[in-house]
């Protein structure tokens, strides 16, 4: 099978990067990706993919059923395999010939790549349909860069009817060098709340600071006195945390102003640990307000859940990834990443794992970059892991 993996992925390789290519020069952003949504459809058609219609104006379900004989106990198994497809508001400084043609909008996330992988993946798995048993679900989805967008597209019923038994998806990892597959068992990806915290003071002329109330004070005490609350009440074993990224408060050189907000997020590995930061931030700048004699009206948002990769799916990565790239390309990453990724959302509906495909070499160290660019040299790899991982997760014989 490993032979006739790469033979199709080979087959399609040339496609797929030509897909990342267009998806990158036509970016467009959550839940606005028309002409993403309509090209994939478009050539998941061709390639005669059965498409499930969905209540969303963008995004894609597509169903691939083996024609194997289901020799295992009990019904097929169903997997599913998800991708994002959205764009960021960046403007671009990659100088790639197909950079973006969108003013202020690229792909700086990878999710152009993932997106033309599902498709090229698609392409591979309905030619190995003779090979495996059961069902396969492909989740193009929209909008995870808003946070909303796997929500939205579970809300559809796109994990019901039939009900994956697992669900994967992968993300490109610039820590990670071309050819490699990073994995990582557990809690894997931070949960990513919002926060506003306004003070609220009493004005006055800079001169006479004493007549009025100090807000801009007040918030300043409590950006530093934030940074203390991991330090000082959360476990130090425990990963999180906490950025203060906003201040806004005042128009004149010479006058306190009345209001002061400021925002940031909260990233947290330990649903606990979220709770505990979320009260504790509340009331810290609560007590900060009232000893300036000033107020505070506390906006907390809970964002994504942190995302848990399953164990045992973690390991049929692994060995899909082994089978595929080589023992020695599988790396078993050492600590968890503390960005967010709304696929946690999929993972609360089935046990399954997000996996980093390595994409390193010469791309920025880090995603959301004006100079980020996904490395095509990459796609193959991708693409032939997850198909090895789902016809292993089909065999016809069962698991």
Excluded at 295 to 322: H, K, M, Q, W
Excluded at 325 to 341: F, S, T, Y
Excluded at 359 to 370: A, K, Q, S, Y
Aim: aromatic share 8%.
């Amino acid at each position: 099978m490993k032979g006739q993996i790469w033979k199709l992925v080979d087959e399609v390789a040339d496609f797929t990067v030509a897909a990342r290519r267009r998806f990158h020069e036509n970016p467009e952003l959550g839940f606005q990706e028309f002409e993403t949504t309509a090209f994939i459809k478009k050539e998941l058609e061709a390639a005669g993919v059965e498409i499930v219609p969905i209540n969303m104006e963008t995004g894609a379900l597509a169903v691939i059923r083996g024609t194997a004989e289901w020799k295992g106990a009990g019904e097929p198994p169903v997997v599913g395999v998800r991708a994002d497809m959205d764009a960021l508001p960046i403007a671009e400084e990659t100088g790639v010939p197909y950079a973006s043609k969108v003013k202020g909008i690229m792909h700086a996330c990878g999710h152009d790549g993932h997106a033309a992988i599902l498709l090229g993946l698609a392409k591979v798995l309905q030619k190995l349909r003779p090979h495996f048993a059961g069902t396969v679900k492909l989740f193009f989805q929209p909008a995870e860069e808003t946070l909303y967008g796997a929500e939205r597209m579970l809300a559809c019923g796109v994990m019901e009817n039939p009900k994956p038994a697992a669900v994967v998806a992968l993300h490109g990892g610039v820590e990670l060098p071309i050819g490699t597959v990073g994995v990582y068992p557990g809690p894997f990806m931070a949960s990513a709340d919002l926060f506003k915290v306004k003070f609220i003071g009493k004005g006055t002329h800079a001169a006479y600071p004493h007549k009025g109330t100090d807000a801009l004070a007040a918030a300043a005490q409590a950006v530093i006195s934030l940074q203390m609350l991991l330090a000082r009440e959360v476990e130090v074993n425990e990963r999180a945390v906490v950025s203060v990224c906003q201040i806004h408060g005042g128009h004149a050189f010479n006058v306190v102003p009345e209001e002061v907000e400021i925002g940031g997020t909260v990233r947290c590995l330990s649903p606990d640990v979220r709770k505990q930061i979320s009260e504790r931030l509340r009331a810290i700048c609560s007590d900060i307000a009232s000893s300036y004699r000033c107020r505070a009206e506390c906006e907390y948002t809970f964002g994504i859940p942190s995302l848990a990769n399953d164990p045992d799916v973690t390991e049929d990565i692994a060995r899909a990834a082994a089978a595929m790239l080589g023992e020695d390309k599988v790396v078993r990453i050492a600590n968890p990443i503390m960005g967010g990724e709304d696929f946690a959302y999929f993972l609360q509906k089935a046990p399954g794992a997000m996996f980093r495909l390595g994409i390193g070499g010469d791309v920025p160290m880090l995603t959301h970059n004006p100079g980020f660019n996904f490395a095509d040299e990459s796609v193959p790899a991708g693409i032939a892991v997850l198909a090895k991982y789902v016809t292993e997760f089909l065999n016809p014989e069962g698991k």
